[in-house]
Structure formats: structure tokens, C-alpha cells
């Protein structure tokens, strides 16, 4: 009877996953509970962090179906591999977005340009660790701060790097609270993060409803490899600023964005079972993502300064550190940062001009890699 009984129990974990488990699983499951631990408690990006950690932990129960072919995550994962997710993203954000900040001051877009000092560090400490020009391109891009510019551009130059560089990008954006203020305080000082901005000036219904359509022709004219994100993007925001069109962009902002990212966590996090990604090679992209994001901070920050040796009114160098291209994620912790030093400083709306102007950083950035690379 017992030996029947130890048969039986043999055969039962046969036939489950327990078979095949090992200390890997165990540490990616692990993190994927950490990534939701940090959402629940910490209040992380709840909306990206919660997703990915979930599949996270389900990708690494070995004998689960859902991320083979024919699964569910599995078709999850198409979506963002057939660059579907990525510009459906873009036209979701774009809809929520207002360009007003941008167009009133005009003078912070030099800030999402200064912010992406990242990208080129990464790219040059990838190619030193031995990837190619095309791999060291895609995780360059990790710098940019931009989650859907990212998979764009990995899938066109290194498609196999596509499960590290996704989970690297929208890992490090869900985090920006905790790895942006320690830099923008050690290279701001009290008087500087205590500037004040003045109100920018209004703009008009016709400048709001010009810009997408301008941008749009600008990006399909000159900047053709990124086209379908940005596209997407002022045709989402147009939707926004015409009026006509609510019913379309508030299904944009809503139903399709809310849907879209259910799906894009899912995916990404379904990337990340032990046996792909507990290797050299994804250490290495992990670490030269969180450098890229250091460096484009403090880049952003260092321009903001060097801007005020010239103005008049002075910027808060805060400012500088939302030129990186998260949006609204950068943004907000220049708020928060300047609300801990005052109360009564709001930063919000002027941290939105750069903010924004790095998405088109990120995508000139991305535009110019993948056109001298020879990808199209």
C-alpha cells in the first residue's frame, strides 16, 4: 500500500511542474512579487508594476501553458512583437495629453534633448561589453525613458534583446520615483530647487489643433522609421484638441489605453521566465539601463543649469530631469521634489514641456539610430 502510495505521488508530480523547478524560478518569482509589493505599498506605477510582476511570477510555474504558442500570454506577447501595442500606446497617451506646456515655452524643449545623454552612454558601454552596434542600439534606447519607443526600436535592430530591454525600460520608468531625486538633489542646491516658474501664456485653439497635424507631416517627412508611434500620437491628441471628436478620444484615453496596458504588462512580463533571463547578458543590460537613466537625469538637470547662465528668469534646474521621456511619470517626481523643498511650488505644468519634448527626443534619437544603421 505504501509503495502504491509513493508510485501515485510520483506519478502525480510528473505530471504538474514541480518536476522542474528550480532555484531560478524561485528568484524571478520572487522579483515579480518585489515589483508588486512596490506597487501596493509603495504606490510604484501600480498600473505597470502589478501586471508584469503577476506574469512575471505565473511565467516562472514551470508546466504553465499560458506562455507557450497558443497561450494566452503567448498571443499577448504577438501584439508587442508585430509592433501593434507600441503605437496603439502612443495613440492612447496622446489623447490624454495636453502640448500646451510645450508651446507656451518653447525654450524648455532644449531639455528633452539635454536629458538624453543616457541613450549615447549606454550605447557606448554596450559596444565596450562586446554587443553589436545593432544590440547596443537597442539597449541605448533603454536611456530614453520611452517604454513603446524602446520595443519599437529593439524589435527593428535586436528583436531577440526584446524581453530585457522591455522589462529594463518599464521596470526603470515604474521606478523613476526612487532612482531620479537622489540624483536631481546632489546636483541642485536648496536655493535652486526652491525657483519658482511664472505662468506661461495662453494657447489658442488653433495652435493646439495645428501642432499634431504639423508634427505629423514634420515626423512622416523626415523622421519616417519612427512614424507609426509618433503618428499615432498626434492623431490621438488631435482627436483631444479639435472638440469634436470627445466620444473618440475619451475611448482613447480610457477603454483602448486601459486595455492596451493590461495587455502590454502581461506580455512583458511573461518574458521573464528564470531560463531566459537569469544570464550575463541580461545583468549587463539591466545595469547599463539603470546608468542610462542616471546619466539622462543628470544630463537634464546640468543643461537646466547651464541655461540659467543665459536667461533672465531662471528655470528651476529641477525641470531638467523631466526631459527624459516618461510621461507623465518624469514629470511628476520634478513636482514631488520641488513640493518637499515648498509647499506652494508647483512644478506640474511647466515639468510637462519637457517631459513631452523628450518623447520627441526619444523618437528623433531612435529615428537617427535605425537610419544610419539601415533599418527602416
Known amino acids: 500500500m505504501f509503495e502504491q502510495l509513493i508510485s501515485f505521488a510520483g506519478a502525480l508530480e510528473a505530471q504538474t511542474g514541480l ?21 501596493v505599498s509603495k504606490g510604484y506605477e501600480p498600473l505597470l508594476l502589478v501586471g ?10 514551470p508546466g504553465s501553458d499560458l ?39 518653447p525654450k524648455l524643449v532644449i531639455l528633452g534633448a539635454a536629458a538624453h545623454l543616457g541613450i549615447f552612454v549606454a550605447l557606448i558601454g554596450a559596444k565596450a561589453l562586446g554587443f553589436t552596434i545593432h544590440e547596443a542600439g537597442a539597449i541605448g534606447i533603454i536611456g530614453g525613458a520611452d517604454g513603446p519607443m524602446a520595443i519599437f526600436v529593439t524589435m527593428k535592430l535586436a528583436p531577440h534583446l526584446l524581453p530585457q530591454v522591455s522589462v ?22 536648496h536655493e535652486e530647487r526652491l525657483i519658482t516658474m511664472k505662468q506661461t501664456r495662453p494657447i489658442s485653439r488653433l495652435e493646439k489643433i495645428a501642432f499634431p497635424i504639423v508634427i505629423g507631416v514634420i515626423v512622416n517627412l523626415f523622421f519616417p522609421p519612427v512614424a507609426p508611434l509618433i503618428t499615432m ?10 472638440l469634436v471628436t470627445d466620444r473618440l478620444a475619451k475611448t482613447a484615453a480610457n477603454d483602448v489605453m486601459n486595455i492596451i496596458i493590461i495587455i502590454l504588462t502581461v506580455a512583458i512580463g511573461s518574458t521573464m521566465a528564470a531560463d531566459k533571463f537569469l544570464t550575463v547578458k541580461t545583468i549587463e543590460i539591466v545595469v547599463l539601463g539603470l546608468v ?6 543628470a544630463s537634464g538637470v546640468v ?10 528668469e531662471k528655470i528651476n534646474p529641477l525641470l531638467g530631469s523631466a526631459g527624459i521621456a516618461s510621461v507623465p511619470i518624469a514629470a511628476r517626481v520634478s513636482h514631488i521634489v520641488a513640493l518637499r523643498e515648498n509647499k506652494e511650488n508647483y512644478l506640474i505644468y511647466h515639468a510637462m514641456g519637457p517631459n513631452l519634448a523628450g518623447v520627441f527626443g526619444t523618437a528623433i534619437s531612435g529615428g537617427i539610430m535605425l537610419a544610419l544603421l539601415g533599418v527602416k
Request: charge should be positive; aromatic fraction near 14%.
Open 303 to 312: 543643461g537646466a543649469k547651464i541655461m540659467n547662465l543665459f536667461l533672465k
Open 67 to 105: 506562455i507557450l504558442p497558443g497561450g494566452l500570454f503567448h498571443y499577448a506577447y504577438q501584439g508587442v512583437a508585430l509592433l501593434i501595442i507600441p503605437p496603439l500606446i502612443f495613440f492612447g497617451v496622446g489623447a490624454m495629453t495636453d502640448f500646451g506646456p510645450m508651446i507656451a515655452n
Open 292 to 297: 542610462a537613466f542616471v546619466f539622462g537625469t
Open 168 to 189: 529594463a525600460a518599464y521596470s526603470y520608468m515604474a521606478l523613476m520615483p526612487l532612482i531620479q531625486p537622489p540624483v536631481m538633489r546632489l546636483l541642485t542646491t
Open 52 to 61: 508584469i510582476g503577476f506574469s512575471c511570477i505565473i511565467s516562472n510555474i
Open 233 to 242: 500620437l498626434m492623431l490621438g491628441n488631435l482627436f483631444k484638441e479639435v
Open 19 to 39: 518536476s522542474q523547478f528550480w532555484w531560478g524560478n524561485v528568484v524571478m518569482i520572487a522579483i515579480g512579487a518585489g515589483m508588486i509589493y512596490l506597487a
